[in-house]
């Protein structure tokens, strides 16, 4: 586990590499303070062992407390009975997706256990750190939210942020950085208004760190300001639709 953040208290882990075969690349995010931890879109079923291995190492057995899904695509969700069936941890979910995520198949006994996030976001408490699950809709799911970590100020984007094909962890050159995020962005997310009002409340934060779910993290304030600045400004989604799609032949 690679470490973003540490002081006595309080840690930022990522892992970057157990994707395989023709999965697409994830990131798996862990927060741990005074022995409390919380993972972030823990991922899918192959992921499952290998993170929780991992996170073994880092923690107790009882010390995952929380389990953040930060919208409801099966590289985030599909292992969720895992985590919910072998831990005590309670889960958070967008209330838009809770009556969807019994198909991942969520055992009756534990999908009490999962929280719903109403549309306007909540705060999650770990050890006593209050972590804001902020909206951010239509980024690229219409029930989606982030995570600000006010210790580390590590802003969580989920799918907002991601780049494919990247071999570096974490972007040193935003302008060389742009063609790996600019397809996915473009294609994947909804509109610029959805970009806006996002960039407009994330401005309120301090933020020392952005860590996307797919692909190379923005390890500084001045690049989690640059992607800020692009995203507020791109053209995307329903931006490019035509007037009408052609008829197959």
């Not at 840690?11 to 995010?29: E, P, R, T, Y």
């Not at 969580?156 to 990247?166: E, V």
Request: hydrophobic share 45%; aromatic share 10%; charged share 20%.
């Amino acid at each position: 586990m690679i470490k973003l953040f540490e002081n006595p208290e309080h840690k930022n882990l990522f892992v970057n590499d157990l994707s395989s075969g023709q999965m697409i690349q994830a990131n798996q995010h862990v927060i741990i303070h005074n022995g409390e931890g919380i993972v972030l879109d823990p991922g899918g079923h192959k992921i499952y062992t290998k993170l929780f291995a991992k996170l073994s190492s880092q923690l107790k057995s009882n010390g995952l407390k929380h389990i953040f899904f930060s919208h409801q695509d099966p590289d985030i969700i599909a292992a969720a009975n895992g985590w919910l069936m072998v831990t005590d941890a309670r889960a958070y979910l967008s209330a838009l997706w809770m009556r969807f995520i019994p198909h991942f198949g969520v055992d009756e006994m534990v999908v009490g256990r999962i929280t719903p996030i109403p549309d306007a976001g909540m705060v999650v408490h770990l050890g006593g750190v209050p972590l804001k699950l902020i909206p951010a809709h239509f980024l690229h799911s219409p029930g989606n939210f982030q995570l600000y970590d006010p210790v580390s100020k590590i802003l969580y984007t989920g799918d907002l942020g991601a780049s494919l094909g990247t071999e570096y962890a974490y972007v040193e050159d935003f302008d060389a950085h742009v063609p790996a995020m600019e397809g996915f962005h473009r294609r994947y997310i909804a509109n610029n208004r959805a970009l806006r009002t996002w960039a407009k409340t994330v401005k309120n934060l301090e933020i020392d760190m952005i860590a996307p779910q797919h692909g190379a993290l923005f390890p500084t304030p001045e690049l989690s300001r640059r992607f800020i600045e692009w995203a507020e400004n791109l053209q995307c989604g329903t931006d490019l639709l035509a007037d009408c799609y052609p008829i197959p032949a």
